[in-house]
């Protein structure tokens, strides 16, 4: 048998959960036994081997499951990689602010446990559903800017941790 990747994710609006469905599919493509699941619905991660933690960002912070997951004691030995996912729109990706797309606090926490990387990858915000913040965010940034996820940059980064753990 492989080894055991769970794959957590953060998410308001499901964006997040496709991201981590993606690299599921990687790891377990390279013959790791991957579970993938909510942040929230993570009850412990002694039974794995290795830990791919990623949240929605909104207004510069994590959501509140990632955060729990990621401030878990048993978190701590076990091999760990970080993404946050968030920019949308035109200006998304020559930004500055940088703490807005990547917290740092998520970064020095993951510097604390060892983690290999905190990366970022483009977001999606849809018109349809979610509240008035969401929709009205939507409309306001050019359809072709609303889903800025790279599917080929998300399997990259999926296919070096499926090596770096290969048996
Ligand atoms: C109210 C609101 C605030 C947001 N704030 C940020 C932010 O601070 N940084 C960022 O990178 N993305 C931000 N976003 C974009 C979301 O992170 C992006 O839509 C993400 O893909 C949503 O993921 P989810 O569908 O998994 O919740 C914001 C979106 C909304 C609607």
């Given at each position: 048998m492989g080894k055991r990747a769970l794959v957590a994710y953060g998410t308001k609006s499901g964006a997040t959960g496709e991201i981590a469905a993606a690299i599921g599919d990687v790891l377990a493509q390279a013959g790791l036994d991957v579970d993938v699941r909510r942040a929230g619905h993570v009850r412990g991660v002694e039974n794995y081997d290795l830990v791919v933690l990623g949240s929605a960002v909104y207004m510069g912070r994590w959501l509140h499951e990632a955060r729990r997951l990621l401030s878990?004691?048993?978190?701590?030995?076990c091999e760990v990689w970080l993404f946050s996912s968030g920019p949308v729109g035109e200006q998304a990706r020559g930004r500055e602010g940088e703490k807005w797309t990547r917290p740092p606090r998520i970064t020095r926490r993951g510097e604390r446990i060892g983690a290999h990387d905190h990366v970022v990858f483009g977001g999606s915000v849809s018109e349809h559903g979610g509240g008035f913040l969401r929709r009205n965010m939507a409309k306001s940034i050019d359809p072709a800017f609303r889903d800025l996820r790279d599917w080929d940059e998300i399997a990259v980064w999926a296919s070096k941790i499926a090596s770096a753990h290969a048996e």
């Open positions: 878990r004691r048993d978190l701590e030995g």
